[in-house]
């Protein structure tokens, strides 16, 4: 049985940092690459960061310098170090594991708002 479970999201003031983690179960976590992605209201889900299965990280123009991805392939976790957030950070925040062969896992959820 493959789940994503998230945590860390919650309510923050603009400037602020949040710390979000995924572990994950029933996967091959070590050969995937896993990713973070938002959706905010009326708005299409993106990629924020990924993160490839050795360790190479890529991040979007928004978020660069602000945002680190990190994985720990011991505990199956992927984790989102946000920083000097932005009330256009807030979304529902998901995280992702992407087989080999282009399967992707999805997590539930964790809901980011950044207050200004």
């Known amino acids: 049985h493959v789940q994503l479970v998230e945590s860390g999201g919650g309510l923050v003031q603009a400037g602020g940092s949040l710390r979000l983690s995924c572990t994950a179960a029933g996967t091959a976590f070590s050969s995937d690459a896993a990713g973070w992605y938002r959706q905010a209201p009326e708005k299409q889900r993106e990629l924020v960061a990924s993160?490839?299965?050795?360790?190479?990280?890529d991040y979007a123009d928004s978020v660069k310098g602000r945002f680190t991805i990190s994985r720990d392939n011991a505990k199956k976790t992927v984790y989102l170090q946000m920083n000097s957030l932005k009330p256009e950070d807030t979304a529902v925040y998901y995280c992702n594991e992407k087989t080999p062969w282009g399967y992707m896992y999805w997590g539930q959820g964790t809901q980011v708002t950044v207050s200004s």
């Open positions: 993160i490839s299965n050795g360790g190479n990280p």
